[in-house]
């Protein structure tokens, strides 16, 4: 008997959970090998061309699209932010990193999105859905960002793929929850009138309920692009490259200066593309008439 084991353990019984989990890994990994190929082929398909796409134009276009988009969204202060801070990042020996970490984001996070909303929609309208997703989320929500890479390696080996797939997982939970908030939310006497004039469900869902929703589901789009940016880096562990291959590098070189770099890029991309996100939400007329009734109180 070891120094540090109790006398109670020779009492409990010993689940081989880790012998379970390889049986299980390796199940999958022969039976579904073709639908695993298949999902990687289809997210190399979507991140090699927009890869391709924002590091073979010049850096001064793609700053001057952001920064026009910037000037449309939130006016002239924002769009002169972001030239400056992109035009630093452009400086820097890290531009066609930082766009493969754009890249990597924009494409994992409208995948999450796109699973995320509708499964915000059935746990909303669902009572069942909703008591079945709740711990899900919950434990998706507190598992350490870590442990989405594992499965990711296991079942995709090492490269972009795995670190986009779990990026995705990763930044799911707040479209979800933040849909769902949002279609609660919704008045249930603006309900119930749209409901008196005869309106079957799926037109009081589209035509009533997401509309008065789409504020707060646009948080949710702004968190699902925030969770997928700090995932993207910490992805750079499993060689995603970006960005998160350049801090990696720089931690394991103890190499403050390119660390410096890499992270003031991160800083500012995320600040890009938190405002972006967040004005583009204020601009649609159900945000509009929210804000203006909540002044007018």
Known sequence: MSLMQSPLDSWLPRLPLGAWTESAVDWATGTLGPFFDGVAAVVEAL?????????GVPAVVVVLVLAGLGWWLRGWKFALGTAVG????????????????????LVASTLALLMAIPLGVLVAENKRASAVARPVLDLMQTMPAFVYLIP???FFGIGTVPGVLATLVFSMPPGVRLTELGLRQVDKEIVQAAESFGAPPWMVLLRTKLPLALPTIMTGVNQVI???LSMVVIAGMVGAGGLGDVIMFALSQVEVGSGFEGGIAVVILAVVLDRLTDSAGDRFPSARAQ??????A
Do not use: C, H, K
């Open 86 to 105: 992109l035009g630093l990042v452009a400086g820097m020996p890290y531009w066609e990193e930082t766009m493969s970490t754009l890249a990597q984001v």
């Open 152 to 154: 990711a390696i296991f």
């Open 291 to 296: 804000r203006l009734a909540r002044q007018a």
């Open 47 to 55: 991140v090699r061309p927009l890869n391709d796409l924002l590091t």
């Open 226 to 228: 925030m969770l997928a």
